[in-house]
């Protein structure tokens, strides 16, 4: 039988102003909570929420391309987690491409959740992302 291939991803996004320069945290755990990936990239001029869609897009690539078949990502972004769970409607044209650039590649996941967690609970992914936008 196959192992399944389990990922937990905290994701973040940072802006210093807002727009501003921008960057993405990412920390990538496996079904053990062991640390497996960091990843802190600069995205340059961006929103806070662009930020955040950035950085969750770019984790579920890196799942993806991991091969991961069950993915629980874990973001403080109210915002993020509920649009893409369907409660909040977006309206900003960017956002709703970014949505959908998400969802597109959600589908390709075949267990997969995103869940709000408080801030403090994601603080190593705050600092890769505040790091990053601090590069420009």
């Known amino acids: 039988m196959k192992k399944s291939k389990k990922l937990t991803i905290n994701t973040d996004g940072s802006s210093l102003s807002n727009p501003g320069p921008a960057g993405i945290g990412i920390v990538v755990y496996n079904d053990q909570?062991?640390?497996?990936?960091?990843?802190?990239?600069?995205?340059?001029?961006?929103?806070?929420?662009?930020a955040e869609y950035k950085a969750l897009i770019e984790a579920l690539n890196f799942a993806k391309d991991f091969g991961a078949d069950e993915v629980r990502i874990?973001?403080?972004?109210?915002?993020?987690?509920?649009?893409?769970?369907?409660?909040?409607?977006?309206?900003d044209k960017k956002?709703?491409?970014?949505?959908?650039?998400?969802?597109?590649?959600?589908?390709?996941?075949p267990t997969f959740s995103i869940i709000h967690i408080p801030r403090e609970e994601n603080?190593?992914?705050?600092?890769?992302?505040?790091r990053a936008a601090a590069l420009e």
């Open 123 to 130: 603080k190593m992914a705050d600092n890769l992302a505040k």
């Open 33 to 50: 909570d062991d640390i497996i990936e960091k990843i802190s990239k600069y995205i340059g001029k961006a929103t806070n929420n662009v």
């Open 74 to 91: 874990k973001s403080d972004s109210e915002l993020v987690v509920k649009q893409i769970n369907g409660n909040y409607m977006v309206r």
């Open 95 to 109: 956002l709703k491409i970014l949505l959908k650039e998400a969802l597109n590649l959600i589908e390709k996941i």
